[in-house]
Every structure is written in structure tokens, then in C-alpha cells.
């Protein structure tokens, strides 16, 4: 089977090409090439190795589908559109049959008027609210590009066009554009004071209606956010098809919506996104909205340096010692006690998860670090995989039950990306993080999209980088990210941490080099 990618980054690859690629075979279980991971930190590997057997056990087969798919484990037994696609994505170097099946499901199911379930769950098929954070375009078209499936482009396609006219048909009421919230579950908020006095579920169960007389519909921007990037990857999937008018109207109809976003639902004053209200109010809350904006970069970088400095980045507001609260610690609306699934406060794992989707995209690869490192070592201390945690002890909520994929994938997720090597697009990022407990003694290896092998090997000083068993080179010193081609060639080296970092740079046939690099600091190897 060709693996190779359908397009370098941002280079649309012409729609007879795309024909001739084979859709994707996947083994029945784990794949063989699956990522390997082992570290002499014993309390790590143990964390990590409890967090893949979580995952193992979480991928079941569900009513009104045939196939196995990753579920969202502990006490909800389904998959639900807001996450599951975007989880098994994470999930899939481990399971490429599951990823795909895990979108394929919501496909299946879709209605003939273009209604995409908002879960699949062992009871019923659900329909009564959207229920949606994570465009399932978005990943769909990630996957099908990485894995060279034509059969789920097309599909994945043909799904999130007639999804975004249902959505328009049926969410936009108010002939704004932007896409309305009718009730608490279309956007996975459970017991969140941001919908306090609003129904959980539409009407009978009919995501098409809500309830009189509460100043519904609302312009929410989360929500719309969602549809934003759903069209960004509708344009990029119609562009490899070769259908280019296509590509052009979803660009347009994103930047529309995007230009909708900031004309009516962002307060500059604020630093903040708000839901407004039918009668023209804004529900003035600080919470998990603002990440969600981001998770989908409809902010420019200026913009969202405001919302970093003001919120985000502000231990008063989201930095809490467990980044992120789901509402934030200065918000007077905070919900204390902290409930059991609670979006009022708590710091839930499935927004750790999605912050893979935009701190880099925004240059804070440093505070990723310290995000990943506060949740790993939460984890780790809890062992039992939860969903919520107390943001300022960083205790998981005790009556929450345990086994919940996110959790899991928070922690197999953040290895790799603390001290591991990662796929970006036609890229690799070697994570080096010597002194790191995960780094300890520890061998990285993984199979890349384009079949390369991909290797790490830790010392006490340093770790030393291959690709194929070829030697590529070796970073002592300090923590760095080097980037390098899909054949290993050196392009950059980032500084992750916010220190100031001394380095060794060795390579073959070359003078060891020394270096010193600055927060975020980026200088070019070519």
C-alpha cells in the first residue's frame, strides 16, 4: 500500500493522483508498527503502560456498528462526536483500524437529511443535541492525509458538506451565520453555570428544536468555532480532490464565519468570547470557550497574545496549577465544591488533550511543557485514569470513575510529546529533554506515515537521534525540539523550555556545535 501523504503541507495534490491511492488496510489488533516506548523511570513506565491497557480495553464494538471503536471509557459507554474521532486520531499509530472506524461510525449513521449523530452509545443511537468541539472534518481529513486512505477522504467529504447544511438549515435561525447553541449538551458542558436554567437535551430528543421562553437560540462561539474549522478542512479536503471552486467557497464561507465571530461574540474589553443571548445579552462567563476558540486558531496571533496574557496564561484566571479550569478560578461563577463531571471549574482531561492542537500553532511550546508535565505527574500520583480534577490540588475527583480513554491518552499522548519523537506533517519533531523522568535511561521508537523508523535513545547528557538505524545526530545539554525533514535532514532547533538552554549540537561529518538558545528561540540548521 502507498502510505506516503497526499500533499506536502499547504501543496494540494491533483485528484487523478488521489485515485490511484489504495484505501487504507488495518490489522484486526494492535499494529505491529506501533510506538514503543521504555524508560528506566519506573513510575512512569508503569503510568504509561496502565494508560495503553486502559486504551486496549477501551476499544469495543457498539450497537448499529459493526466495528471496534475507541469508547470514552469509565461511565460512558459509547463515543460521542464533540470527542471520540479526535481521541482515536491520538489513538491511531496504536490502532489505525480504530481511528478510522471511529470516524467511519459517525458516517454510517448519519442521516439522510445530514444529521451526524452526537454520539453511538449502547443504548441509542443520539440525535438530541449536536454535541460538538472537535471537528470530525478537521480529523478525518488528518487521518485520511497521513494515511493515504482515498475511501475516507471522499467519505469523510461528502459527510461534512451535507453536515454543515444541516447546520445551517437548522442552526442559524437567526440568519447571523454563526452556529447556535439551543441546550446544555450541544457542547459537552454538563452541570456548566454557562448553561445554568437550560435545558440539558432539545425537545423530545430533536437537536431541530428548543425550549420557549429561555432567550434561546444562542450565538455560541464554540460552536462556531467548530464549524470554522470544519470548513478550513472541508477546503483543504475539496483542494485534494481537485475540485478548487469548491475549495474556494469553503474558504470563504470560513473566513465569513470567522469575520461573524469577532463582529458580535468577542468583548476586546474583556479579553474574552461570549455566548449572546436571543434578546441580544451576553452570558458573561470565562470558561472553556476561549480554549475551544483557539483549538480551531480562528484568532491571529496578535489577538490571541491578548487572551494568553489576560486569561490563558494568568495563574489568577486559567494557569492554575492544573492548567486548564473549565471555568476560570476568578470567574464568579466557579462552582464550588467541585461536582463530579463537572465543567463548572473542574480541569477536565479531554481539554488537556486538545491543547496538542494549538500551543504550538501559537509558538507556547515552553508552557505546553509545563501543562504536560503538571498532568503527567497528576496521573501518575492518582493511577486511575478519571476524567476531572480539582485545577488547584490537582486531586481527581474521587467519585469519578475510572478508565477514562482521554485520561489515558493525556498520559500516553504527553510521553511523546515531552521527551519522544512526533510526526508533523512531512516533518519530525525530536522532543530532547535530558534530566526529564520520562527521558530517564528511555528508547523511543516510531513508525512514520511515510514507513521511515524513527528512533530515540536517552544518556545522562543527552539523546542521540536516528532514522532507519542511521545515525542522524545527537543534542546534549538542555531541552530543545529539533525539527527535521521526513528523511532526517536537519531544518531548525526550537527552545522548549522557558529557561534560557546551553547546547551541543553533534553530526556526522560536522564540528560539534554550541549553543545557547533563549525561550521559544528558533534558529535554522539548514
Known sequence: MNRRRFMAAGTALAAGAMARIAPARCAPEQSEDAPEFNTQDAAWQLAYDKALGVLAANVQTLPRYAKPVLIEGAAYQGIWLECGPHES???RKFRPDVARDSHRCFFALQRADGQIPCNNKR????????????????TAWELALATGDDELLHEAYDAGVRWDEWLQRYRNLRGTGLTEGFCTFDTGQDNSPRWRGIPVQCPQGDAKQFAPGLKLPRLCPDLSATTYGARVALGQMAQALGLASQAAHWQEQAQRLRAAMFARLYRPQDAAFYDLDASGEYVKIRCDILSRVCGEHVVDQATFENLWSRQLHDPRAFWAPLPLPSVALDDPLFVRPIPANSWGGAAQALTALRTGRWFDHYGKSAAHAQLMNNWCEALMKDGTFRQQADPLTARFTADGAP???PAALVMVDFTWRLAGVCESGRQLNWQVRPGHPAAKGARFTLRTDTRHRAQMAYDSQGADLRLDGKWLGRIEGGAARVITGESGQFLSL?????????????????????????????ISLV
Open 89 to 91: 486520531l491520538v489513538y
Open 123 to 138: 443504548s441509542q443511537t443520539g440525535f438530541g443535541q449536536i454535541q460538538m468541539v472537535v471537528p470530525i472534518a478537521a
Open 403 to 405: 478508565g477514562y480513554s
Open 494 to 522: 526550537l527552545s522548549i523550555d522557558a529557561r534560557v538552554q546551553q547546547l551541543r549540537l553533534l553530526r556526522p561529518g560536522r564540528p560539534v556545535r554550541s549553543l545557547r538558545l533563549g525561550p521559544e528561540q528558533r
